[in-house]
C-alpha cells in the first residue's frame, strides 16, 4: 500500500472520528437545552395557572377554572394539565395526546427528552385550595432537535469533505518528490540515472532527493569507470597506441577465428596497406609528423569504411607503416571496389597537409576461399607486392585457386538462385542451443540458422549465401523469410516454453519499412513475441547508437528481446552497453577461443562480465569448442555457452 493511500486511510479515519463527535456533542447540548427548556415552561406555567386560578377556586367558580385550563391545553404546548384539591382528588384533568411529526422512532428512541412536572399551589386567602400540575409537551421540542441534528450533520459532512479534498491536495503536492523518487530508483535499476533539479521544500524530502540524485550520479559514475577500465584493459593489450586501431596480437586473433572455420565457398577478403617510403618521410620530417600520417591513415581507413553500411570489418597496424582491413562475408566484386575506393582517397592524405608527395602508399587484396592463416596472409602480402611495382597508389588482387561449384556462379546465377529460393520458401531452418553455465540441463536459448538449397537439392552455406545477399540487396527479404519462419515455429506446442534467437542483417534495425513490418508480425503472434530475441552484430548495430536505441524500445515495446552478437570484435566503447537496455549479449569467439590458456582473454572477459551483470546483461560466449574453454569460462561467471565444443546445429524439424 503506498503512503499516500495509508495517510488519507488515517486521515479518513480522524475525519470521521472527529465528525461523529462533533455531530453527538452538538445533539446532546440541543437536547440538554431542550431539556432546561421544557423543565422552565413547564414550571412558568404551572405557577402562572395556579396564581389566575387562586381566585376563582376560592369563590367556587369552578366553570371559569376550567375555561382557564382549557384555554391552556387547548394551545398545545402541554402533555397534561391537572387540578387537584388539598387531599390530591383530581379535580380538573386535561391531557393532550403527544404529536411528533417529521421525526423518524428510531431517533426518538436512540435520544430520548425528558418531560418535566411543574407544580404550583392554589391558594384560597392564606389557605392552600389544591395543586396544579402542568407537563410539557415533548414533540415540538423533538422536531427541533432532528431538524438541528440535521443541519448539523450536513454542515459537518460538507465541511468535512472540504477539509478532506483540501488535506490529500495538499499531500499531493507535498509527497509529489516521493513519488520522484520512486520513478529515479526504477530508473537507475532500468540503466538510467537522471537527476532531479527540483528539490522540495519539506526538509526531510530534500535531503531524500539529494541523497537519491547523488546515489545516481554516483552509479553513473562507477559505470562509466568500470567502461573506462575496460577500454584500458583493451587498448593496453589489443590497441595500437599510435592510431587507435588493433595491433598485431588482436589482428592475429581474429585472423585466426576467421580462417578456423574455413570452408571452400566462404568469401572473406583481407586487405593490406602499407604507406611508401615511411622510413624516408620519417628522416624529412621527424617521428612527430610520422605519428600524424599513421593516424591520419588510420581515420582515413576508418572513414572509408563507414560509407558502406553493410561492410562487416576491422581494421588493424600490425607493422609499422602497414595497415590491414578484415572484411568478412564479401564478394570479390564488392572488395575490388573498396580497394578501388580507398586507393583514391590516399590522396586527401596530401589534400589535409599530412604527407608531401602524391605517393603516398599501396593495396593488396587477397580473397579468403579456404585458405589457412598462412596461406591468407601470404597471397594479401604478394599482391601488395604486386601493386608496389605498379603506378603510384595503386592495389593488385589475388584470387584463390580453391574454390567449389558455388564459387563458379556468377552475380545474375545467384540472383536467380535467391530469387527462386525466396520466392518457393526453400529456406532450411537449424538452431543451436545455448547452455547455462549454471545447468548444464538448461538451454537458455536456441540460436536460429539459415540454410537454403538449390533446384538440385544441394545446401549452400550461410558464409557462401551471406556476401552474395548484401551484394545484391536481399538482406531484408531473407530477414523477413527467417522471422516469419521461426515466428510460426514458436507458435507449435512442441516449440512451446523455448526462446530463438533471430540474427538481423544491420541494415534491417534501420529500414522503417522493414521495422513496421517486424513490429505488425510481433503484434500478430503476441503470444510468442516474449519467447524470440532479435540479435545483431555489434560493430554494425553500434555505428548508430540512436537508432539502435529506438530500435530496442521499439520491440521490447512487443515483448521481444534484443541482444548484441561477437561483442569486443570492434573497438566500440563498452559505455553504450549503460545506454542501450539490452537483454544479452554474446562475446566474440576470438577472445573464448583459447581462453583457458590466455590470461588477456581472461581478463578482459572477467571484466566484461562484471560490467554486464552489474546492468543486468545475461553474458554468452561464442565458438567453445573446448571442455577447458567451458570450464574457464564458467568460472569466469559467464551466463551462458554456444559453440560446436557444445552442441552442434541441428535441423529445426
Known amino acids: 500500500m503506498t503512503l499516500l493511500r495509508q495517510l488519507i486511510i488515517v486521515i479518513v479515519t480522524l475525519f470521521m472520528m472527529l465528525f461523529a463527535g462533533s455531530v453527538v456533542i452538538n445533539v446532546n447540548n440541543t437536547r440538554n437545552y431542550l431539556n432546561n427548556q421544557l423543565r422552565s415552561i413547564s414550571q412558568?406555567?404551572?405557577?402562572?395557572?395556579?396564581?389566575?386560578?387562586?381566585?376563582?377556586?376560592?369563590?367556587?367558580?369552578?366553570?371559569?377554572?376550567?375555561?382557564?385550563?382549557?384555554?391552556?391545553?387547548?394551545?398545545?404546548?402541554?402533555?397534561?394539565?391537572?387540578?387537584?384539591?388539598?387531599?390530591?382528588?383530581?379535580?380538573?384533568?386535561?391531557?393532550?395526546?403527544?404529536?411528533?411529526?417529521?421525526?423518524?422512532?428510531?431517533?426518538?428512541?436512540?435520544?430520548?427528552?425528558?418531560?418535566?412536572?411543574?407544580?404550583?399551589?392554589?391558594?384560597?386567602?392564606?389557605?392552600q385550595a389544591g395543586t396544579v400540575r402542568i407537563s410539557a409537551n415533548p414533540g415540538y421540542a423533538y422536531s427541533t432537535l432532528w431538524s438541528n441534528s440535521v443541519e448539523a450533520f450536513w454542515w459537518f459532512l460538507g465541511s468535512s469533505i472540504f477539509v478532506f479534498g483540501l488535506g490529500v491536495t495538499a499531500l499531493h503536492y507535498v509527497l509529489r518528490p516521493l513519488r520522484s523518487?520512486?520513478?529515479?530508483?526504477?530508473?537507475?535499476?532500468?540503466?538510467?540515472?537522471?537527476?532531479?533539479?527540483?528539490?522540495?521544500?519539506?526538509?526531510?524530502?530534500?535531503?531524500?532527493?539529494?541523497?537519491?540524485?547523488?546515489?545516481?550520479?554516483?552509479?553513473?559514475?562507477?559505470?562509466?569507470?568500470?567502461?573506462?577500465?575496460?577500454?584500458?584493459?583493451?587498448?593496453?593489450?589489443?590497441?595500437?597506441?599510435?592510431t587507435g586501431l588493433a595491433n598485431r596480437q588482436y589482428f592475429d586473433l581474429q585472423l585466426r577465428q576467421i580462417t578456423k572455420q574455413r570452408t571452400t565457398s566462404s568469401t572473406n577478403a583481407l586487405v593490406f596497406l602499407e604507406l611508401a617510403d615511411f622510413k624516408g618521410f620519417n628522416e624529412r620530417k621527424g617521428y612527430q609528423a610520422g605519428d600524424d600520417l599513421l593516424r591520419g591513415c588510420a581515420a582515413l581507413i576508418l572513414e572509408t569504411c563507414k560509407e558502406l553500411p553493410e561492410l562487416d570489418y576491422f581494421a588493424a597496424r600490425p607493422s609499422g607503416a602497414g595497415f590491414a582491413l578484415v572484411i568478412q562475408d564479401i564478394v570479390a566484386e564488392d572488395a575490388v571496389a573498396l580497394a578501388d575506393k580507398l586507393s583514391h582517397a590516399l590522396l586527401k592524405l596530401q589534400q589535409r597537409g599530412l604527407i608531401d608527395s602524391d605517393r603516398i602508399g599501396h593495396l593488396g587484396v587477397a580473397m579468403h576461399r579456404g585458405q589457412t592463416t598462412g596461406e591468407l596472409l601470404t597471397g594479401a602480402d604478394a599482391a601488395l607486392r604486386s601493386a608496389q611495382?605498379?603506378?603510384?597508389?595503386?592495389?593488385?588482387?589475388?584470387?584463390?585457386?580453391?574454390?567449389?561449384?558455388?564459387?563458379?556462379?556468377?552475380?545474375?546465377?545467384?540472383?536467380?538462385?535467391l530469387s527462386k529460393v525466396l520466392a518457393d520458401h526453400r529456406i532450411a531452418l537449424f538452431r543451436q542451443p545455448s547452455i547455462s553455465c549454471r545447468d548444464e540441463t538448461v538451454v537458455l536459448q536456441y540460436e536460429t540458422l539459415m540454410r537454403i538449397h538449390d533446384e538440385d537439392g544441394r545446401l549452400i552455406p550461410a558464409n557462401v549465401l551471406i556476401p552474395m545477399a548484401k551484394h545484391l540487396g536481399l538482406t531484408q527479404e531473407i530477414d523477413r523469410h527467417v522471422v516469419s519462419d521461426t515466428l510460426d515455429r514458436l507458435e507449435r506446442p512442441e516449440n512451446a516454453g523455448i526462446i530463438a534467437a533471430v540474427n538481423l542483417f544491420p541494415t534491417s534495425i534501420r529500414n522503417e519499412s522493414f521495422i513496421a513490418w517486424l513490429l505488425d508480425a510481433l503484434r500478430?503472434?503476441?503470444?510468442?513475441?516474449?519467447?524470440?530475441?532479435?540479435?545483431?552484430?555489434?560493430?554494425?548495430?553500434?555505428?548508430?547508437?540512436?537508432?539502435?536505441?529506438?530500435?530496442?524500445?521499439?520491440?521490447?515495446?512487443?515483448?521481444?528481446?534484443?541482444?548484441?552478437?561477437?561483442?569486443?570484435?570492434?573497438?566500440?566503447?563498452?559505455?553504450?552497453?549503460?545506454?542501450?537496455?539490452?537483454?544479452?549479449?554474446?562475446?566474440?569467439?576470438?577472445?573464448?577461443?583459447?581462453?583457458?590458456?590466455?590470461?588477456?582473454?581472461?581478463?578482459?572477459?572477467?571484466?566484461?562480465?562484471?560490467?554486464?551483470?552489474?546492468?543486468d546483461i545475461q553474458v554468452i560466449a561464442e565458438s567453445v569448442e573446448t571442455r577447458g574453454e567451458w570450464n574457464m569460462l564458467k568460472a569466469l561467471r559467464v551466463d551462458g555457452v554456444k559453440g560446436y565444443g557444445v552442441l552442434k546445429p541441428q535441423p529445426w524439424d
Not at 560 to 571: C, E, I, K, N, Y
Request: glycine residues 6%; proline residues 4%; hydrophobic residues 40%.
Open 389 to 417: 611495382a605498379k603506378a603510384a597508389n595503386s592495389f593488385e588482387i589475388s584470387e584463390s585457386k580453391a574454390g567449389d561449384e558455388f564459387s563458379a556462379y556468377s552475380a545474375a546465377r545467384w540472383l536467380e538462385i
Open 44 to 127: 412558568d406555567m404551572a405557577t402562572s395557572l395556579g396564581m389566575s386560578l387562586s381566585p376563582h377556586v376560592a369563590a367556587g367558580e369552578t366553570a371559569t377554572a376550567e375555561s382557564m385550563v382549557n384555554a391552556v391545553s387547548d394551545s398545545g404546548y402541554y402533555r397534561e394539565v391537572i387540578v387537584t384539591d388539598i387531599n390530591g382528588r383530581k379535580l380538573i384533568e386535561r391531557i393532550q395526546p403527544t404529536a411528533i411529526e417529521g421525526v423518524p422512532q428510531w431517533f426518538i428512541k436512540l435520544i430520548p427528552l425528558e418531560t418535566p412536572v411543574g407544580e404550583a399551589l392554589i391558594m384560597a386567602g392564606w389557605q
Open 524 to 615: 500478430r503472434h503476441a503470444g510468442v513475441a516474449p519467447r524470440i530475441a532479435f540479435e545483431v552484430v555489434e560493430h554494425g548495430a553500434t555505428a548508430d547508437l540512436g537508432v539502435l536505441h529506438a530500435w530496442v524500445e521499439r520491440v521490447k515495446a512487443l515483448g521481444a528481446r534484443t541482444g548484441l552478437d561477437q561483442v569486443g570484435r570492434g573497438f566500440k566503447p563498452f559505455s553504450y552497453l549503460s545506454e542501450i537496455k539490452l537483454d544479452y549479449i554474446k562475446i566474440d569467439g576470438s577472445y573464448t577461443r583459447g581462453i583457458d590458456e590466455n590470461r588477456d582473454n581472461q581478463f578482459f572477459v572477467d571484466s566484461l562480465v562484471k560490467y554486464a551483470h552489474g546492468l
Open 181 to 242: 523518487v520512486e520513478l529515479q530508483a526504477k530508473a537507475i535499476c532500468d540503466r538510467e540515472y537522471p537527476v532531479q533539479s527540483q528539490m522540495p521544500w519539506t526538509l526531510e524530502l530534500r535531503s531524500v532527493v539529494s541523497a537519491m540524485n547523488l546515489m545516481s550520479e554516483k552509479v553513473k559514475e562507477m559505470f562509466r569507470e568500470q567502461a573506462d577500465a575496460m577500454e584500458r584493459l583493451r587498448a593496453s593489450t589489443y590497441a595500437d597506441p599510435v
